[in-house]
């Protein structure tokens, strides 16, 4: 994986060869079994063959480095067409499921979860930062399916929600998503949850 770091801080122009051997480092250590805790940032610049001052420039603390970790394995976000409602769905459904199967991504996200207490600021910040913005766009796809009369007015959106990323969730926690396609698996739960919440025949 390769990756360029978005702008979020200031000061001199960074090397993006050195962004992605640190954030490599550490995407490839978490996978092997380490913990966010028990990573140094010195160990981190050994395992990315670059000197101490190098991850010192860029992040101050772990917290920081990991939170850019986690914006590089979420990638950016899909945009739909906003023409068909579960194409936009497949759409978004699909992102996740592909971070879900990548070794490298899931084995970070659980680390966080199983870590949250350790790491309380940075466990926030992702959720603000990275999965609120996606849960908002699910559920503006979600809103105008309403609006379109393919799904009940009086159905809770936030459940529906929650119920078309659950059984991926469910699959990373269990690190079992070797025979996971992510197109054929999106598609097949956004069928049977929207089916569940389309109108009745009239």
Known sequence: MTTELPGRR?????????DTAIIDAVLGMVASGAT????SLVTIAKQAGVSRNSVYRRWKTKDELYLDVLETINEPRPLPTGADTRADL???????????VDERASSMLRALNAEAATFPRLHSRYFEEIVTPRRNAMNHVLRRGMERGEIRPDIDLDLVSE????PLLARMASGSTDQLDPERASRRIIDLVLDGAAPAPS
């Not at 200031?10 to 050195?18: F, L, N, W």
């Not at 966010?36 to 990573?39: E, K, S, V, W, Y």
């Open 10 to 18: 200031g000061g001199r122009q960074r090397d993006p060869a050195t």
């Open 90 to 100: 497949a759409v978004l459904l699909q992102a996740l499921a592909e971070r879900v």
């Open 36 to 39: 966010l805790t028990g990573l």
């Open 163 to 166: 119920l078309l990323v659950s």
